[in-house]
């Protein structure tokens, strides 16, 4: 099993950044595509970025591209989301996701563990 617990979430201005942390526990992610989802109240889940086990590969939904930037550090256990030019628009709770890497799945998974979520709030 592998456990996500994530971080960094919080209230920053229109156009500020903020840095989500997803820890990995249980098992070593050096083999797993990681991922980050969100979801807006009244929304479905939605993809936000994924990363390949090897971190040479990368995917962004299109509303972050430019923005946003997905990174891994397997010895720290440890995947990243750097947002910047933040919008009111992306506020949600922000999902980390893991699943072994199997390239049929990269990027939409299906995943199979997932972090409890970070609330970021985007102000205008």
């Known amino acids: 099993q592998v456990q996500l617990v994530e971080s960094g979430g919080g209230l920053v201005p229109a156009g500020g950044s903020l840095r989500l942390s997803c820890a990995a526990s249980g098992r070593t992610i050096s083999r797993y595509t990681m991922a980050w989802f969100r979801q807006a109240p009244g929304k479905e889940r939605d993809l936000v970025a994924a990363?390949?086990?090897?971190?040479?590969?990368?995917h962004y939904a299109d509303s972050v591209k430019g923005r946003f930037t997905i990174s891994r550090d397997n010895a720290k256990n440890t995947v990243y989301l750097q947002m910047n030019s933040l919008k009111p628009e992306d506020t949600a709770v922000y999902y980390c996701?893991?699943?072994?890497?199997?390239?049929?799945?990269?990027?939409?998974?299906?995943?199979?563990?997932w972090g409890q979520g970070t609330q970021v709030t985007v102000s205008s």
């Open positions: 996701a893991a699943v072994e890497y199997d390239k049929r799945r990269f990027p939409l998974g299906p995943y199979n563990y």
């Open positions: 990363i390949s086990w090897s971190g040479f590969t990368t």
